[in-house]
């Protein structure tokens, strides 16, 4: 019954959202977060992930190569169930949505000038950015420890990571750096400075 859960969350995710694997974050991780199950010997229902740990299957997940969405579902699926867990929540990212491509393609040549979905576009666009930041921010809180809006405790403790953040961005926007190398980079730096 898990496995299917799994399928039908990620099935869900991949579905309602818009604008590619980075875009989907937002819904997946509040998916991610909002499910429960009741893992052997416990008492109570628990949450598949915590905030913390999807950050992890996140910053994992763009160190490798290859689309982030199936990566970070697999990282949760595989908590859940294991092998088959990950095989259901990377299956439940990829096919809706590829079945439905493969759909589209039939039509795609006779809607894609239409002015109905390109002013559909010009809000889903936005919304998508939103998303990006929404996660970005709920990212953050976990990763700086703050409360919701506790913005101004960001500067109490947390200059070495605000520095880490500033260098990221810098290096990406004004370097062609592959982002894996620079999670690399990153990676060992912190091997050595926070062991």
Do not use: H
Request: net charge positive; aromatic share 12%; proline share 6%.
């Amino acid at each position: 019954m898990l496995i299917w859960q799994i399928f039908l969350v990620y099935s869900r995710v991949s579905l309602f959202s818009w604008g590619g694997g980075p875009a989907s974050l937002a819904l997946m991780q509040r998916e991610s977060t909002a499910a429960t199950w009741l893992p052997r010997g416990a008492s109570a229902p628990v949450p598949w992930v915590t905030p913390a740990e999807f950050a992890d299957a996140v910053a994992v997940g763009n160190a490798l190569p290859g689309p982030i969405a199936p990566q970070v579902s697999a990282y949760v699926g595989y908590k859940l169930a294991g092998m088959p867990g990950a095989v259901a929540a990377v299956a439940g990212t990829i096919l809706p949505t590829t079945l439905l491509m493969l759909l589209m393609i039939v039509f795609f040549f006779e809607v894609k000038d239409s002015d109905l979905v390109k002013a559909m576009l010009k809000v889903v666009r936005p919304i998508v950015v939103g998303l990006l930041l929404w996660t970005a921010y709920d990212m953050a809180v976990t990763v700086f420890g703050l409360n919701k809006l506790g913005l101004g405790e960001v500067f109490n403790g947390c200059w070495d990571k605000l520095l880490i953040v500033a260098v990221a961005f810098a290096l990406l926007t004004f370097s062609k750096i592959n982002p894996a190398f620079i999670i690399l980079g990153g990676a060992m730096l912190g091997g050595v400075l926070y062991r």
